[in-house]
């Protein structure tokens, strides 16, 4: 007579059950992970409007947030029930929930702290001025023209963004920022040396936003002061972009 499990019926529903909600939420991941993917690439081919692609993201986010909950609830179900079968698939789609969650979640975080704005200049006094790119910019929703609360709300959200000085000529620091430029991989748009006025533009990844720089460089004593401005076409928030281009572009150019 087996006396080990005297009542297995239980035992073996609820390890069914957690064996089921394993396999609902490595399904649910997957296609979450799919949808994460999709929106990028098909506005890029104008298949969708930029808010159909956010609202695809962000079902996307929501969606592997809610797997990520089932798996985790699948993998007590199975550890309870002692049951070792569905334990891979529920810690698999654990892992796959979070993983596609965590971006969006990510960026929900940064639109929720940083400032909302689009435009970042290491001078906003005074911020570089673009010219030859002004052609290209024709139609985009984002104007050139500088705003004083722009640079207020930078300087409270990104304290850190400032000229480059450096301690060589203007001529040698104008090479050495085009050369950077260049590094980075933007689309350089002009190089004019008489001005000392670089201009280029930088396309995101995912969506395919372009995203306008300018480099100015002037004389500082016997040296140069480098102001880089970075202005988005599109979008009233960058979600930190600019600030974060501009910053690797002036950490490289000062270690050049």
Not at 70 to 81: D, E, F, P, S
Not at 123 to 144: I, S
Not at 191 to 209: H, P, S, Y
């Amino acid at each position: 007579m087996n006396i080990t499990n005297p009542n297995p019926g239980p035992e073996r529903a609820g390890a069914r059950v957690g064996r089921l909600f394993a396999r609902l939420a490595l399904m649910t991941g997957a296609a979450c992970a799919v949808a994460a993917l999709l929106p990028g690439p098909a506005y890029r081919m104008q298949w969708v409007s930029l808010a159909t692609g956010f609202s695809v993201l962000r079902g996307a986010t929501y969606g592997a947030i809610g797997a990520a909950v089932a798996a985790g609830l699948a993998l007590l179900v199975l550890l309870l029930m002692r049951a070792p079968k569905g334990r891979a698939t529920a810690v698999t789609a654990l892992v796959l929930g979070l993983v596609v969650a965590a971006p969006g979640l990510h960026l929900s975080r940064q639109a929720q702290q940083l400032p909302k704005i689009h435009d970042i200049s290491t001078d906003t006094a005074d911020p570089p001025r673009f010219v030859e790119v002004l052609p290209l910019r024709q139609g985009a929703r984002n104007p050139v023209e500088y705003r004083p609360e722009t640079g207020a709300q930078q300087k409270i959200g990104y304290p850190d963004i400032v000229p480059l000085r450096l301690d060589v000529p203007p001529a040698r620091a104008f090479q050495r920022a085009e050369v950077v430029a260049r590094a980075m991989g933007w689309q350089i748009v002009a190089v004019d040396a008489g001005a000392l006025r670089i201009e280029a533009t930088d396309t995101t990844l995912m969506f395919g936003f372009k995203d306008d720089i300018v480099i100015r460089v002037r004389p500082l004593g016997q040296g140069s002061l480098v102001d880089v401005r970075s202005l988005s076409r599109i979008g009233g928030s960058d979600i930190g972009a600019n600030a974060r281009r501009v910053r690797l572009f002036l950490k490289k150019l000062a270690a050049a």
